[in-house]
Structure formats: C-alpha cells, structure tokens
C-alpha cells in the first residue's frame, strides 16, 4: 500500500501529484507519510509578551491590536501592528500584504499571533505572524495539538498550505492499518528503550492527541534515524576489526627510543601518553588500525603523531603525513625535521608545488623504501606516489578530507596501513559519533602545562583608538601581532579593499621606521607570502596583517596578539581555530575581536561564547547548535544530512542510546544470525540501495 503512487491518494489526483513530487520529491504514499510537521503547535499554551527571551523559539500570544502604521518607504516600507498584551507591547511587522493584512486587522480587537520572534534594535518583533481573530469557535479547537508542514508557493496554490498537507496526510493515516508497515526494529530492542512500535509513532507524529503521544513519536522516529546510521557504522567498524588483519609493529626500536630518551624537547602530557598507548596497543594487536584522535588546538596532536610515526618505522614501514594545506603541510616538514634532526632521518615533502625533478626522485626513494617519512598535502594520494612498504599513514585536520581521499591512502599497501587521523578543530561528540562513528576515539583533553589561557575581548569598532594603544603597548614590550581580515569568495573585491583600508590604517597608525608590517593574503604567489612570513617569523616586522590563510597550523610562539576584524563574519569554529594561533609562548596571550556596533543575536552569541570560554569542545557545542550540522565540514557524507527528525545539536542523548543499543546487538551477533536480528540484516540491505557503498570506503 505505501508503494502507491501518490496521485491514487483521495483528494490528490494528477494535477496535485505532480506538484508534490515536483516540489517536496514526493512520489509514493510512503514519501507522504516521511514528510513529517516541522513544527506542532500547541494551541493550548500561549505566551506572554514580557516572557520572550533571545532564545524563544515560535510564541503564541493573546492580544489586542493598538494600532497599525505604515513606516519606510519604497522597498523599506512596512506595516508595523502595534500588538499588546497584559505584560508589554510587541511590534508584528509585515513587508508584504500590507493592504490585506490591514484590511484584517481591526484595533481593539482580540486576536492569537504566532511567529517566531527576532531581536531588532534590542527590541523584539514578529515578522509575518500567523493571526487568528479570537472566536468562540476557535477557542473551541484549541485544545488539539496540530502539526505544521512546510509548503511552498505552487503548493499553496493547489490548495496544499499546511492546512492541506495536514488534512491530506490525515487521509492516509485514517487508511493505514498495522500491517502495512514493516517494523524496524527489534521486540527487544523496543522493550529496552520504551519505544512505541512503527505504526503508533507515524500516526501520533502526524496526528497527535497530547503532547505524550508527540513525545514517544518523535522518540521512536528519531530513535530509528540515528539507530541505522550507528548500526551501519559500527557493524562497519567490528566486521573490519575482525577481518582486515593489520601489520603488526611488536617492537620499539632504535629511533623511538632515542627520541624518546634523549630529545624531546619536553615531558608528554599525561593525555599525550595515554593516546599513544592507545595507538600503541592497536598496532601490537594484529589488526588494522582506524584511530581519531580529537583533541583542542594546541593539545599537541603532532607529537603523538610524530611518535608514532617512529615507532613504524623501526618496525621497517614507510610513514607518511597528510595535511589539508600547503602552509601546513610545510609547517610540519619544518617542525619534523628540527625535533628529528640529531636523529639523522631523511623528510621529504609532497606538495602541489613541489618541482618535478623533485618529484621524481621522491617518487623513486618512495619505491626503493629508502625515504621513510613523506608530508604532503593531498598530491600523496594521487596513483603515481607509490610506496615500497607503507604502513602507518596520518592525516591531519581530516574533516577537510573527503572519506574517499581517505580510502585511497588505505590503498597504498597490499595490507592497509593503520591510519591515524587527527581533527583540526575539537567537534561535538554527537557530531563525531555520526561523522567517525566507523572509527576508534582517542582524546587529547589536557594542554601542555604552563599555557597560560588566553584572554579575549570584544571591542566594537567605535574603539579602535583603544584596539590600536593596546597594540601599541604589547608591541613595546616586544610581542608580535596578527590582523586578521575576512575574505570570502561571494565579496572578494570588497574584502581585499577593506585588507588594503585596514593595512594602510594600521601603517599610518604604526609607521616605519620604527614599525615594520608584514602582509599576505591569497593573491601573492608563494614566493612573497614565504617571504613575507620569514621576515614575521625573524621578528623583522611586528604586525602581520592577513586573511585567513595563516588560519590553520601557523606557529611562531612570540606572536601574542591576535586581532580579528569584523569578527562578525566569522563562524565560531573560525574564530577559535584563529585565536588558536596565539597563546603558544610564555607570554599572556590576548585576542581581540572588533566587530560592528550593531548585532544581530546570533553574532552576539558568537562573540559572547568566544569572550566566555577557551574550551573548543564547548564552543563547538554552540556552533552545532547555531548554525546546524549541515554547514559543518565534512558532513555531507555523512548520513547526517538524510536525518528528517534527528537533531545532533539536541538529540545527544538518543543518539548515545541507539548507539548503545547498536553496539549490543553487534557484540552478541555481528552478522544478524539470531531470528530476532534478521529485521537489521533486512533494513541494512534494503538502506544500502540509496547510499554510497560503505564497505568499499572508511
Ligand atoms: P595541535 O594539537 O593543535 O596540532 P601542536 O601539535 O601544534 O598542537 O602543538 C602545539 C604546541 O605545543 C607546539 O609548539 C608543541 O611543540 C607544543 N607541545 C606539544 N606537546 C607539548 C608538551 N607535552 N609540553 C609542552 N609543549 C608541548
Ligand atoms: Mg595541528
């Protein structure tokens, strides 16, 4: 039955199917029933004026309309509704439909606004609310929970409003009967975690009595989503545990040793031992090794794979180190080769400007097994890099990687290497379960000692005097500072004019002889940005005005500064990446961000979460919740993007619980033997028709 063609459903037909799939990509019955309310209203609950907040969501206010004025002109006009209740006046504004809107409204009479309220001068608004004249009769139906479905223009003209869609889908929950849908998940698995059964949890989704029989909807469904995309990973993760044997280092040589004993530059942190025991353990084990190891900016992730990458080769294997970026590709070269030098140990490195002749003779070292440490940018996985015996590969900053990029380093040995594969920046743990669910986790969560936290602070742009005396000051007593502008491809041209304005600002303000400033931003070739770089690195100059190419890696401990400007256009995870790149010497290290005097409430929070907390876990957490999974790196193949009901910003703890319940099936039947997991074998198989191949990756 839910295999039907959508234009069989009473009141549909063909004119409206064909809209329906056109527009919402809704075919069968079984699309329809998938198109879940993006929101239920309780028409029960109201709100009043005085108890909105930055963070209220949709509000439904009882009012009486004051008074209706057109403001602006031309495209700014508007009507604005002066809407008051017992507690305050809030202002419902409309850039469209004045006329009708105003024909509608009368002052003095009692109406029920819904919207979602916006903070505008500090002030809060509703724009384009939802109004319903206050009748008997209407007050009669509040008390029935009602879900809201998104639709669109052509929708709406085919008489498919949310109104529409509803009683459409209303139709074809009255139809449905228990034995049309195939339950999903085991009696157990239901028993364990209260979960309602299938067909139960469509109907109350759509058509819900109370907000209980919402709850165990949205439970169940949600349950469902993340259950599969753990199910898959995990089965991924211990079927290649069981099958795929891994080489095994069961020594530690010479090099390690050496290191170890005699030069390295400080004690590891006990974060720092932890994870490479772990690593350690994994590649004495037999099996392959599929490790993440997530940990804060500046937690010393390069070290753990520095050693790791000793200990492989003193058990006879190649290495090699991937990084998302060229500067950073060179900033491990450099920083391997001086922690390597007394050891005496060839490191090449790989890039997409590496010449050829270069180039031929890495690739001829690589083949003959001579050279044992490669670091490159993405030019390692192209097919002409061939190794004689490669056998632990690490790739730093990972989620810039694409999954596939990963396979193909898998795929330079006979017998895949073991891969470590660090992140850049810390993300959320339910983002990372779905992202690297498929992998083990190490987590550096400790800094080296001696970090003294750094200090933020946020200045509005009215107070650059007081930004530049600051700057002034720190550099006296001999620090260096970075600037730091936004660029970005959609505004490019205007973006290099406000580099130019600002570095020509801050020459003016800190003129040579006596200031050097240094700059370099995307369009200067690698000759100019090194040597513009060099001479901040030797302390010549003592500003460093940039765009965000010096975002990621970037090390030069005396640079104490860090100055974001328009700080307002960065994300979250941007700015800490940014601030990441002071903080590094002994000094107490500040970053500053200068944003515009007006703020919207997301920047805000943004700018509050980067004053309040060092903590990348944390603020993380708030990009996650701010911006949502979708604009995140890395996510696109994820699996998280097919989550209809699911959220990782607010469903960690389902997703903790369909992990778990995951993990147990597997450990008791990895290959869905048992009768009452044949359901999982079923729904995997029937799942892996609409996905990239899973196997065939990770
Ligand atoms: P990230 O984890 O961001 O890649 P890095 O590996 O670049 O961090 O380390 C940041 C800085 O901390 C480097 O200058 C590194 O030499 C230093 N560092 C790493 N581990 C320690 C430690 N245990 N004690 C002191 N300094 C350390
Ligand atoms: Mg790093």
Known sequence: MLDTPIEYLKGIGPQRAEVLKKELGI???????????????????????????????????????????????????????????????????????HNWVAQKLQTGKEYIVFGKPTAF?????????????????????????????????????????????????????NQLQPQHLEETLSEEVMADHKLIDRYSAFKQIHCPENARQLKDAELRLKFDELFYIQLRLLKLNKVRSITVRGFVFNKVGPLFNDFFNNYLPFELTGAQKRVLKEIRLDVGSGRQMNRLVQGDVGSGKTMVALMSMLLAIDNGFQTCLMAPTEILAQQHAVTFKELLKPLNIEIAILTGSTKAKERKLIHAKLLSGELKILIGTHALIEDVVQFKNLGFVVIDEQHRFGVAQRAKLRAKNTMPPHMLIMTATPIPRTLAMTLYGDLDTSLIDELPPGRKPIKTLHFMENHRLRVYGFMQEQIELGRQVYVVFPLIKESEKMDYQNLQQGYDNIIKEFPPPHYQVSIVHGKLTNEQKDFEMQRFIKCETQIMVATTVIEVGVNIPNAS?????????????QLHQLR???????????????????????????????????????????????????????????????LKLANLAQDGHILQLARQAAQSILDEDVNFELYKNKVYEKQLTMQQHNRPNWSKIG
């Open 561 to 573: 500064i860090m100055i974001i400007e328009s700080a307002e256009r960065f994300g979250l995870s």
């Open 121 to 173: 001068n500090r002030k809060f608004n509703l724009a384009h609310p939802d109004i319903d004249l206050v009748t008997p009769d209407l007050l009669s139906q509040q008390s029935a929970f009602q879900a809201v479905y998104n639709s669109t223009e052509k929708l709406k003209v085919r008489g498919l409003d949310s109104e529409g869609i509803r009683k459409t889908i209303r139709g074809l929950i």
């Open 27 to 97: 075919f069968i019955y079984r699309d329809l029933l998938t198109y879940y309310p993006f929101r239920h209203v309780d028409r029960t609950k109201f709100t009043t004026i005085n108890e909105i907040v930055d963070e209220t969501q949709y509000v439904q206010i009882k009012g009486i309309v004051d008074r209706l004025e057109i403001v602006g002109l031309k495209q700014a006009k508007r009507l604005v509704v002066a809407f008051r209740d017992n507690t305050g006046i809030i202002e419902l504004v409309f850039f469209k439909g």
């Open 580 to 642: 990441g790149r002071v903080g590094r010497g002994a000094e107490q290290s500040y970053c500053l961000l200068v944003t515009g005097y007006k703020l919207g409430t997301d920047s805000r929070l943004r700018m509050e979460t980067m004053v309040r907390t060092n903590d990348g876990f944390e603020i993380s957490e708030v990009d996650l919740k701010l911006r949502g999974p979708g604009d995140i790196e890395g996510t696109q193949q994820s699996g998280v993007m097919d």
